[in-house]
């Protein structure tokens, strides 16, 4: 157990909708990142946070955006899904400017 | 062609052997490494991270950065068939505040009873 908790698990949903997935980090870090892992791409960086500020963006999509709340836990909303968004979506956290990196669970969702 | 490039594998092994995993890249700037092992459906775990060159031991596992050559491994010793797994190499810049991981593709790995 890395200590970084994600929910939920699991989603199923239709194209069009949106959805929140929500993070909260390992006691003590100030980052946290967001991952999709799908099958095709394989693990790809989406968004950092650092103490409730954005500090990094990769290959995320204009539809998606996250945001960092005041008790460190973060949220990523996916909006308009398509079927290419089924994928896993991982949080990972680290202790300000380290580079361990702690995995969470995942929450794997489906856009049927 | 991608940053980080890793066999995918899969690659099977009798339980007791041991396991050559590794990874090479095109981005001079990468100084950390680390290796991730996942299980299915599961969450990546971190195993190795290191820093610039040379060697790092932990119980069975081994990791290896040699930076002039962008290569990196890692080795399992006397593996076990609770090593199947996937195996992802994963490593970062020096860039101020900034720490996203640029992962391989992962090499999956069986270890026969």
């Known amino acids: 157990d890395s200590g970084v908790t994600q929910t939920p698990k699991h989603l199923i949903t239709a194209t069009g909708q949106r959805v929140t997935l929500r993070c909260s980090p390992r006691s003590g870090d100030l980052s946290v990142y967001w991952y999709q892992q799908s099958l095709d791409q394989g693990l790809q960086f989406l968004i950092q946070?650092?103490?409730?500020?954005?500090?990094a963006k990769g290959n995320i999509l204009e539809r998606f955006s996250a945001q960092q709340f005041p008790d460190l836990h973060s949220e990523l909303n996916l909006s308009s899904l398509e079927l290419g968004d089924s994928a896993l979506y991982f949080c990972a956290s680290s202790v300000g400017h380290f580079n361990e990196q702690f995995f969470g669970p995942g929450t794997r969702l489906t856009v049927l | 062609q991608k940053e980080v490039e890793q066999d995918p594998g899969p690659l099977s092994v009798p339980e007791g052997a041991i396991v050559s995993l590794n990874c090479t890249y095109s981005n001079s700037a990468f100084q950390y490494f680390m290796w991730y092992r996942q299980y299915s459906r599961k969450g990546p775990e971190l195993l190795m991270y290191?820093?610039?060159?040379g060697n790092k031991e932990d119980g069975r596992f081994t990791a290896q950065v040699d930076k002039s050559s962008k290569y990196i491994s890692l080795f399992i010793r006397d593996s076990q068939p609770s090593d199947s797994a996937t195996y992802l190499c994963?490593?970062?810049?020096?860039?101020?505040?900034?720490?996203?991981?640029?992962f391989g593709s992962g090499t999956r790995l069986q270890v026969q009873p």
């Open positions: 946070y650092y103490n409730g500020e954005e500090r």
């Open positions: 994963a490593m970062s810049a020096e860039v101020t505040g900034r720490r996203a991981l640029t």
């Open positions: 290191t820093y610039s060159s």
